[in-house]
């Protein structure tokens, strides 16, 4: 935690609440004040702070009544109260109802400083914990979701395993629906900052003025509708990883602040006058050519090299078509479960007409078709059948010249047979380049080729 906390001092004694702030605002902390607790909850809602130090005895709402106010708003808070009175029953009553630790009046001030530090190093433990749980999810999630069976896709993940161990900002570029924001929770989960937070911030949604407050936060009062101080998504990364989704579609004057937080390592809110230190690694997604975006003149030439220091391209599904059956297994798998049925796998012949498709939506396209077969499913088994029509017919017209070549009532084992002996002979026999033209890697067309006998 860093000494740009902020914290909310609740006193009813003029000098004791102005002494304390002084003491407070000397070691570097941002420090808001209230006479009493009625005023103290107001502040509270507004401001968030990081940590509340209340009297215990107040006219109206006391410490005590304000410290349960507190915690049922967020039991993480930490609050150190205050009592003039040194009583046992105050002290035992406060802790019972959340507080972190009490202090008598008159106040040692270095006894103070050592508590705040201890609370607030308490309470980002405790998000570190939950932050560390959210890593391991992340890292079920994508171990579940980026399956790659096809040559292409295999070394794009040995790529960025290998980036994720570095602090180096990342480029990811990809059709939409091809698993970008996948790629950017395995080089955080795999990297040194996994047990810090992972913050996602999706441009192409927001407006400029909106962006600039999701990134950097804004003070109360910054424009029309900030009725409350907000902690920007930069901040919030601190010491972790900033996901910038779609980066291609921010302004040029936004590109012009980014590229300054970047150089700097530091920001202000929108609205403030406060520097703030900033550590984060950044790894932006795009479905667009940033470097088409720069020779354009659409997209800073400055930016773009210190946000592509790593590029990682994602290959569109029809181009690692070896990955379908293994991801529609796996889609099958998870939206059975979760309508609570019992489906038992795919049949090769609707397997086949996934495989023929071009899947323009890619990976999201698939997990949305298979989900949508699985809840209209009422055989134990995905038949052909199943495969919605508009599907089938688009998939199956990369084997029709195929099929009319040995007779209309071919099967579709006698029209991939067909389909592979042509590839080959238009390749004059080079396995390579039949099987880049297939969508399928090498060992897959071996296979075929001694499961067909087209030696």
């Known amino acids: 935690m860093s000494l740009s906390a902020t914290l909310l001092i609740v006193e009813d004694e003029k000098n004791t609440r102005e002494g304390l702030q002084r003491f407070l605002e000397g070691l570097d902390y941002e420090v808001l004040t209230a006479e009493d607790g009625v005023a103290g909850w107001e502040i509270y809602k507004k401001e968030k702070p990081d940590l509340v130090i209340a009297d215990i005895r107040m006219p109206g709402l006391d410490g005590v009544g304000?410290?349960?106010?507190?915690?049922?708003?967020?039991?993480?808070?930490?609050?150190?109260?205050?009592?003039?009175?040194?009583?046992?029953?105050d002290a035992v009553k406060a802790m019972k109802k959340g507080a972190f630790y009490y202090l008598t009046k008159p106040i040692n001030l270095e006894e103070v400083e050592f508590l705040i530090k201890k609370a607030l190093t308490s309470r980002s433990l405790e998000e570190e914990n939950r932050e560390l749980k959210q890593a391991l999810f992340s890292q079920k999630f994508e171990k579940g979701e980026i399956l790659a069976e096809s040559s292409v896709m295999t070394e794009v993940l040995k790529t960025v395993d290998q980036v994720a161990l570095s602090q180096a900002a990342v480029l990811i570029e990809g059709e939409s629906g091809t698993g970008k924001e996948l790629i950017a929770h395995r080089i955080h989960a795999r990297s040194p900052r996994a047990l810090q937070p992972f913050v996602a911030v999706h441009c192409a949604s927001l407006t400029e003025t909106l962006l600039a407050s999701e990134l950097f936060g804004h003070e109360k009062g910054a424009f029309t509708?900030?009725?409350?101080?907000?902690?920007?998504?930069?901040?919030?990364?601190?010491?972790?990883?900033?996901?910038?989704?779609?980066?291609?579609?921010?302004?040029?004057?936004?590109?012009?602040?980014l590229l300054r937080v970047l150089q700097e390592g530091e920001l202000e809110r929108v609205g403030g006058t406060k520097t703030i230190k900033v550590n984060v690694r950044l790894v932006c997604a795009t479905n667009k050519s940033l470097a088409q975006e720069t020779r354009a003149g659409r997209f800073r030439e400055d930016l773009y090299y210190r946000i592509n220091v790593i590029y990682v391209h994602i290959p569109p599904l029809r181009d690692r078509r070896e990955d379908i059956a293994a991801l529609a297994h796996y889609f099958v798998k998870h939206f059975a479960s979760a309508n609570g049925k019992k489906i038992e796998g795919v049949s090769s012949e609707a397997m086949q007409a996934l495989r023929d498709y071009s899947w323009p939506g890619n990976v999201r396209e698939l997990r949305n078709i298979m989900e949508r077969i699985v809840v209209l499913a009422r055989e134990n088994r995905i038949e052909w059948s199943h495969v919605p029509a508009d599907i089938r017919s688009l998939g199956v017209s990369a084997a029709v010249g195929a099929g009319a070549a040995i007779g209309g009532n071919a099967s579709i084992q006698d029209m991939e047979r067909e389909l592979i002996r042509t590839k080959l002979d238009d390749a004059r026999g080079n396995k390579s380049q039949a099987a880049k033209k297939l969508g399928i890697s090498r060992r897959t067309l071996y296979r075929k080729i001694d499961e067909y006998d087209l030696k």
């Open 225 to 257: 509708g900030a009725t409350e101080r907000r902690i920007g998504r930069f901040e919030r990364a601190d010491r972790g990883t900033l996901f910038l989704d779609e980066v291609g579609e921010i302004s040029p004057e936004m590109q012009v602040k």
């Open 66 to 89: 304000l410290l349960e106010k507190i915690r049922a708003d967020n039991p993480d808070m930490g609050v150190l109260l205050l009592t003039a009175y040194g009583s046992v029953e």
